[in-house]
């Protein structure tokens, strides 16, 4: 039976008290809970599955040892899920710093973000086909194009449906600013599709 919101924080909180108690399976109980939700965020935010996968072990890894200063009343899930942003940024950060080094390949793979999944489709014809294939080219440049900032906004309100808030919170910054690195970031996208679309 699926929990529902309420009762997944209760078992949350439990889960946490055990950890804070000295009962490690706790932890393990919140990492089966979360892990899927956090590799889906780190994989929309890296477009890479192997950084992904890095990525979740280290939002876990954090999550452990800051669980000290985690506030009961809060809500787990969400504290993660801050944790999880701060990982990808921290993640994005190290790799645009290697690339300003030394240049690499493109690091794409066929395992690419999945905003092209809400493109509607009749059928899997070839044109189709070959449009799909270069609108997921395109819009995976463009994310990869956006800073770690604006692809975090992005995520954060397109795919995960946080508030303009929850960003403010997350990120640091003032409401106003979340709000024009979200609109920021989709006028980039835009703008990065909008050949194929008046094509």
């Known amino acids: 039976m699926r929990q529902s919101n309420g009762q997944m924080e209760a078992s949350d909180a439990t889960a946490v008290a055990q950890v804070l108690a000295g009962d490690r399976e706790g932890f393990r109980l919140l990492v089966e809970r979360h892990s899927s939700a956090v590799f889906r965020l780190a994989f929309r935010m890296t477009c890479h599955e192997q950084d992904a ?3 979740v072990q280290e939002t876990f890894l954090r999550a452990y040892r800051a669980l000290g ?3 009961a009343r809060a809500n787990f ?3 993660l899920h801050r944790v999880a942003v701060n990982c990808s940024l921290d993640h994005l950060r190290r790799v645009h710093r290697r690339e300003e080094v030394a240049p690499s390949d493109d690091r794409t793979d066929d395992t ?3 905003p092209l999944d809400t493109i509607a489709s009749d059928g899997p014809t070839p044109d189709r086909l070959l449009m799909s294939r270069e609108v997921q080219k395109r819009l995976s440049g463009a ?3 956006l800073s770690g900032r604006e692809r975090a906004a992005f995520v954060m309100r397109h795919f995960d449906g946080c508030s303009i808030g929850e960003i403010s919170k997350t990120l640091k910054i003032r409401e106003g600013a979340a709000k024009n690195t979200v609109c ?3 006028r980039k996208l835009r703008e990065a599709l909008q050949p194929l679309v008046s094509a």
Do not use: H, L, S
């Open 69 to 71: 200063k985690f506030e």
């Open 112 to 114: 690419e973000a999945e």
């Open 77 to 79: 899930g969400t504290w």
């Open 184 to 186: 920021r970031a989709v």
């Open 143 to 145: 994310i990869a194009e």
């Open 53 to 55: 996968e890095d990525i």
